[in-house]
Every structure is written in structure tokens, then in C-alpha cells.
């Protein structure tokens, strides 16, 4: 029980009660059952009268009973729990101005618009695909970022209504990766104060129009990802391996893989490469000798001496490189992608050849006889910063660290924080996220003449 300063050994409202029983013996104002992993909402809160403030958050509450708080209430704070649903009568808690719903899994929140005298409404980190139609005349602060919101207009058309709304948080939505993210807000808010935590001018009397385009014309947006993974540097292999038929007849590669949004595999190009200057075997340096006259190697700056150079740096750059531009579709499924990252697996594929025998050597040939193909290195990059609607692009440095092992010797399950397991670095590489708008324009039919 925390005690505030100036709080008197007898009845004291300033006294935090920490259970039900403190609340009645100091005739305390404020509960404080945080963090005291609750499964349920403790029985006899309605019965203290003299509540005005009751905390409930990083618990596992799923569920809140009707009828479970008194009406004296005015901030709820219900953070960080596992609830579904709001209780359905929230109306009744006439005097309930706070409330901290956000961290739960929440899908609808109709019940709290049910409160009207609430003025802050927090819902951020829930689940929630769509926001209600109705119109609030109190609430002045709403938080809805980090959920599955997916329709921007929609939802501005709605708190349009709301007069006193003048901080707004949507950042996190899927929504928010769309151009112009902030001028559309404005257009349909020009009361707005705050949005995601910052500081906004106040405009006034600014038209949607000269945000959506022309009258007489529809604009249709379309977002791309562009992805590139570029400049992959193995641990302990400083160049490519050269291999030719008589020596070599086991080949590695390694190569980079990861799914795009739509759950599609993509992979890098093999690191090592051979370069193009090394001695080839007899077969292919004859068919290199039949080449058409008009058959130019990219990269290669004629009569300037430097080919060999500028066609080893040309193939340098595209050792491990991954290029991947895929249209962004504003869902649900999309959101998540973004925040949960994406999986980057280093792996390793060894082929194995068999060559034929004879007497000329060039004639012999060599066939795939066994490939195995293992993860050497894991990462994860997560795209969740272009949620927040300011940033189209970012870039990071990707460390590939050895995956963890899951089991020892005799079958026996490893802790992931055990100190055994591997941690050592195997690659880098760079990776940058862009974000790209293309605006299709297409003018409305002409109307048929009455």
C-alpha cells in the first residue's frame, strides 16, 4: 500500500489502496491491482462508494462481468490484458471519464460510445478492423493506433461529427503507409490539435477536394514495396570460389530467402559467384568463341581498357542481391506482415556432380547427382516503422546469427536463453524498404442528359 505525502494514519482518499479491503478501511479513491497476474476482476469493487480511479492493467483479465465497477467511477484503466469485449453496460458509469483499454484483444468497442460522458478513449493494440458509425459529442482524445483499420476515409467521415475531438493517434493501421497520410486527416479535421503524439497547426476551412484531386476526376492509388537486399558478406569467405570440371565436382552456394506479404518465397542470387575472367572449362569456352558479333556484355565500357574491372564489380554487386517491387494491398493481413517482420534465412546448398569418363576432354559432361541444402543463418527485419505514416523508406544493416538448436544429443529440449546456444554472427548484408505511390486518374463518365 503506497502511502501519498500528507496522508494521515486514519481515513486518508489519498491513500492507493492495493485489494478491495484497504478500499473500505481508508475510504481510498484510487485501486491499484496492477501487475498481480489476476485472472478475473475481483468481487466487491462495485460496493466501494468512494472509488474514483480503479487499475487493472498488465493482469490476464479476459473477461469483465456486468455491473463489476460503481458509479462513481471516472477512470478505468484496463491495460495489457487479454480481454475480448467490453462490458455492455458502460452506460451506466454516468461519471466515467478515462478509459485505458489498449493492449487487450479487443474487436469491437460500440459499448464505450455507449458512455457518453467519456472524454479519453484509448484502444490502441487491439484487433480492431472497424470503427463504429456513431457520433460522439464528448470525447476530446481518442487512441486507435497499432490495430487492423483499413478504410481511412471512412473512419475521418465519422469523426467529423465529433466536435470536440482534438487529439488524435492512428499511426500503426494499415492504412497509414498511404501518401498524403496526413494532409487527409487534416482535410477532414481541421479542429485537430495533436495526431500520433504531435503538435499540429489548426487549418481551418481547407477542402477534401484539393487533397482527393479535381472535381470531375476519381484518383486511385496504388502502393508498392520495393525491397532490395544488397552487399551479403559471408564470415570467412573474402571472394568467390572458382571451380572448373576436373577439380571440382562439389559445388556451395549460398543464398538468402524470405517471403514476401503475400506469403511468395524469394531468394537472392547464389554468393559465391565465379567471375567471368576465370579459366572456364574447354566446353563452355568454345561456345563463348560462337557468340554473335552483336552480343554486348552489360557493364563494359568499350575502348576504355577497363572491361575485366568494371565487369568483376558489376558482378560483385549482384553477389546475394535480392530485388523485389510487389503491390501493397491496405489489409489486415498486410498490417501484420509489416509488424511481425520479415523471416531471412542464410542458407547453404551444396551440389554434388558426376562426371563422365573419356578420353577427350572436351567431351566429358557433368550431371546433378545430390543436392542438400541447410540453414546456416536466421534474422528478422521488421517493417512496422512504415506503419507510422511519416517514413516511406528505411534501411538497416541485417546480422545473420547461427539458428538456435533445439534439441542436445540425447533428445533432450535447450532453453532459447541457454547459455549453449549458438550466437556467433555467420553473414551481413544491407536491406532497404521503400515505399512507392502510383496515381491512376480516371474521369468520371458524362451523365446522360434528363
Known sequence: MTVYKGASSNTDPFVEARNVADVEKWHSTVLNLSGMELTRCPKGIRACKSLSEVILT???IASLPERVFPRSLQTLRITGNALTALPSDLSRLNSLK????????????DASLDCLSLQHAGFGYNQLSAFPKRRHEKICSLDVSHNHLCDLEEL?????????????????????????YVQTIRSYLPQLLFLDGKRLEEIRNRSAMSIHGEEGERLEEETYLSIELTKLKLQGVDQPATETLADNLTVERYYVQFN?????????LPFPQPR?????PPQATKKSKEKPSGDKTKGKAKGTGKEEEESEQVHELEWGSAKLKSRLAISKETGCWMRCGVDLKLVKATVKFASTSGDD?????????????CVVGESCIR?????????????????????QVLWDDQGKPIPIDDPS??????????????????????ERPPQADS
Not at 549458438?422 to 524498404?433: G, I, L, Q, R
Open 276 to 280: 567471368e575472367n576465370v579459366e572456364e
Open 58 to 60: 498488465n493482469n490476464s
Open 260 to 268: 514476401d506479404h503475400a506469403g511468395h518465397p524469394v531468394c537472392s
Open 383 to 403: 517493417l512496422h516503422g512504415l506503419l507510422e505514416g511519416y517514413d516511406r523508406s528505411m534501411d538497416q544493416e541485417v546480422a545473420f546469427v547461427s539458428p
Open 156 to 180: 475521418l467521415k465519422t469523426l467529423a461529427t465529433w466536435d470536440s475531438l482534438s487529439c488524435l493517434s492512428l499511426r500503426g493501421n494499415p492504412f497509414c503507409f498511404k501518401r498524403n
Open 421 to 442: 546456444q549458438p550466437h556467433e554472427t555467420v553473414a551481413n548484408a544491407a536491406f532497404v524498404a521503400t515505399l512507392s505511390t502510383i496515381e491512376k486518374t480516371e
Open 361 to 373: 576432354p572436351e567431351n566429358q559432361t557433368r550431371s546433378i547427382s545430390d543436392v542438400h541444402e
Open 98 to 109: 478515462n478509459l485505458h483499454a489498449g493492449a487487450n484483444r479487443l474487436e469491437s468497442i
